[in-house]
């Protein structure tokens, strides 16, 4: 009941709003069981109670939870905003301010420090953007109104009191995304529990105030799931006109000799050599960008489950080492536009009378609307997306 009340208020509203007093007690009937099973886990009542009091449910989080830019944005304009000039340089300075502490994770785990650095960057865009909203609120709304995963978000819930009752980080800085994933590299409390380390020798697991604690606990991470040393994590590739799409796919894996005999090769038409098994990943089709991945690119995948996501840390990490980005266009006539392009787009809006905010490069519903408004005046789709079509036409 209570479930199908938030989201009529959702429905109603788009935005977090005040409950009805008997929805109020149907939130604090749910928490009285959530501590149950607290004490259960071994939390106390005291510890729960420090943790919960006051709070009331964010229905902001429902409207979010269907709208994971992963699953809902077209590959290119995903990649643009994650993987652009300005990402690359924020990154280069990251690397070299701490640079001892990727190296000490690399040399520790096994793992690439430029892949650990793409984590970092498309995580937190390194430290600038860990989340607002505090993990208990998040996940305590979650638990009981969440239409699915409602027991996994308990879990994350229980995790996230066990690590303020153990003192590894200051409660006022548990604050991250809306599904509770926290700090420099926005691990999930029971990813915490079970994969943090101590990187800097303070002899506390802190991912939020320690960059050298996230990093190490990053590459344990991909260690865990699978990185081998010396392994490329994959990079693009040129098919042959004959190509069948049924052959790629992730977990299609081949040995290299097999794609190569096929008339595959590298982007730049050399020959592919390596004696190891890979995938090719067509994320547009095959008259878009393609990609040999290896079981280094599963480590990566595990990390958030999205194939866009896993290449976006690893193109971000070649750029961070010096290599060039994609060299095959997109499907579109309608390129994708970059974070800075993206704010020029605001600017050219808020200059023509739209309210779309500060001009941070984040595309909201607001700038959304304006959008879809400029699209009808040039006789575009209606999608509010923020393509370079419509930055020309702002721009003219």
């Known amino acids: 009941?209570?479930?199908?009340?938030?989201?009529?208020?959702l429905a109603m509203t788009g935005v977090a709003a005040a409950l009805p007093a008997s929805a109020q007690a149907d939130f604090r009937s749910c928490l009285s069981g959530l501590r149950s099973q607290a004490a259960a886990k071994g939390i106390s009542g005291q510890a729960f109670d420090t943790a919960t009091r006051g709070i009331q449910p964010d229905l902001k989080i429902l409207?979010?939870?269907n709208s994971q830019p992963e699953f809902k944005t077209e590959?290119?304009?995903?990649?643009?905003?994650?993987?652009?000039?300005?990402?690359?340089?924020?990154g280069a300075g990251a690397m070299r301010q701490w640079g001892k502490a990727l190296a000490n994770a690399e040399a520790r785990f096994?793992?690439?420090?430029?892949?650990?650095?793409?984590v970092w960057g498309v995580e937190s865009d390194f430290g600038k953007n860990f989340g607002d909203r505090p993990l208990v609120q998040s996940l305590a709304t979650l638990s009981c109104y969440a239409p699915r995963r409602q027991a996994y978000f308990t879990g994350e819930l229980m995790a996230t009191l066990k690590i303020v009752q153990d003192g590894d980080i200051d409660p006022g800085l548990l604050q991250g995304s809306w599904a509770g994933a926290f700090g420099h590299t926005q691990f999930m409390p029971s990813t915490f529990q079970r994969l943090a380390v101590d990187g800097d020798g303070d002899g506390r697991r802190d991912v939020v105030s320690s960059v050298p604690d996230a990093v190490a606990s990053t590459a344990n991470f991909l260690k865990k799931a699978g990185w081998t040393n010396g392994l490329p994590w994959g990079y693009e590739v040129r098919l042959p006109s004959d190509f069948s799409a049924s052959l790629a796919g992730r977990k299609k894996k081949r040995a290299l000799s097999s794609w190569a005999a096929m008339g595959v090769t590298r982007v730049d038409g050399r020959p592919l050599s390596g004696d190891y098994a890979a995938a090719v990943l067509i994320p547009a089709g095959l008259n878009g960008p393609a990609f040999i991945v290896t079981k280094n690119f599963d480590?990566?995948?595990?990390?958030?489950?999205?194939?866009?996501?896993?290449?976006?840390?690893?193109l971000l990490g070649d750029r961070l080492k010096g290599l060039p980005g994609i060299r095959t266009a997109w499907p579109t006539d309608d390129p994708p536009l970059s974070r800075a392009e993206r704010r020029e787009l605001q600017r050219l809006l808020t200059a023509r009378g739209y309210d779309v905010g500060e001009p941070d490069g984040k595309v909201g519903s607001k700038t959304r609307e304006a959008i879809k408004d400029i699209e009808r005046r040039i006789g575009l789709e209606q999608r509010g997306r923020?393509?370079?079509?419509?930055?020309?036409a702002l721009r003219s």
């Open 1 to 9: 009941m209570i479930r199908h009340l938030a989201l009529a208020v």
């Open 63 to 65: 409207e979010l939870m």
């Open 75 to 90: 590959i290119w304009d995903y990649l643009s905003a994650l993987v652009d000039d300005q990402r690359v340089q924020d």
């Open 110 to 118: 096994g793992v690439d420090r430029y892949v650990i650095a793409g």
């Open 299 to 314: 480590a990566v995948y595990s990390y958030n489950a999205a194939e866009s996501y896993g290449l976006a840390i690893a």
């Open 386 to 392: 923020p393509g370079g079509k419509v930055l020309e």
